[in-house]
């Protein structure tokens, strides 16, 4: 498939929504309801992700589930439409547990492109707008990813990774100055070897958790990043979805 040569126009790339976790932190709200389905300001969180991504023009998602994954399930064929194929990457049905992030990626490589996008289902960024130049900028670099980074908040202050504004490098060594957001553009070759050893597909329900993959690759000077200033909460706590009103 030809790149669109539109530059308003998303090229033709993939996505991924996180919504596997229990969230834990969240009981006694997540005991019936899984934390993406969660009301935020009138609609369930990961519906602000999921119309920001079909208004940006990426129409082929992948969804994962464990916890009551059932009703995810449920919500996202409501949304699949002649536009949108959104497909279910069933954890809890296929091995009993969620595989954490890069094992569930894996998992759903073999529906994925080149390029696609990651993000959290639990996380709410409502400013936040999928780019096309921002992708392909990152599909012309030798990235293998390309995240974006937050001020570190109340609840995490010591961060995640050192971002250089210079170079736009993001580094795992060093003092954190800033904290992953969980937004992300990857490309295939991460969830590959050399990076990882999980064959694709993940047949064998490994569970892996992205981190060790993003600071391999960052040490190797693959992985570029830029702070995002927008609204953004990590939806962890009852309080912090109370906060959002």
Not at 49 to 60: F, K, R, T
Not at 179 to 198: E, H
Request: hydrophobic content about 45%.
């Amino acid at each position: 498939m030809s790149e669109p040569t539109d530059r308003h126009t998303m090229p033709p790339v993939s996505a991924m929504i996180l919504a596997a976790g229990r969230g834990m932190r969240m009981r006694p709200l997540t005991d019936h309801t899984p934390k993406p389905l969660l009301p935020v300001r009138g609609r369930a969180l990961m519906d602000w992700p999921l119309q920001a991504l079909q208004d940006a023009g990426v129409h082929d998602i992948v969804v994962n589930t464990a916890w009551l994954g059932e009703q995810i399930e449920a919500h996202c064929a409501a949304w699949s439409d002649a536009r949108a194929r959104i497909r279910v990457s069933s954890e809890g049905r296929d091995f009993g547990y969620a595989l954490e992030t890069a094992g569930g990626v894996v998992r759903a490589l073999p529906h994925l492109g080149e390029v696609f996008w990651v993000l959290a289902g639990d996380v709410f960024a409502p400013d936040f707008v999928f780019q096309p130049d921002t992708v392909r900028r990152f599909i012309a670099s030798e990235a293998l990813a390309h995240i974006w980074l937050v001020p570190n908040p109340e609840h995490h202050p010591r961060g995640d990774f050192r971002f250089d504004p210079a170079s736009a490098l993001v580094h795992a060594d060093g003092t954190p100055t800033h904290t992953f957001s969980t937004v992300g553009l990857y490309k295939r070759a991460l969830f590959q070897a050399p990076w990882t050893d999980i064959p694709e597909g993940n047949p064998q329900g490994s569970a892996a958790p992205l981190a060790p993959l993003l600071r391999g690759a960052m040490a190797a000077g693959r992985v570029s990043g830029e702070v995002y200033s927008g609204a953004w909460t990590d939806v962890g706590t009852p309080e912090r979805l109370k906060a959002l009103g």
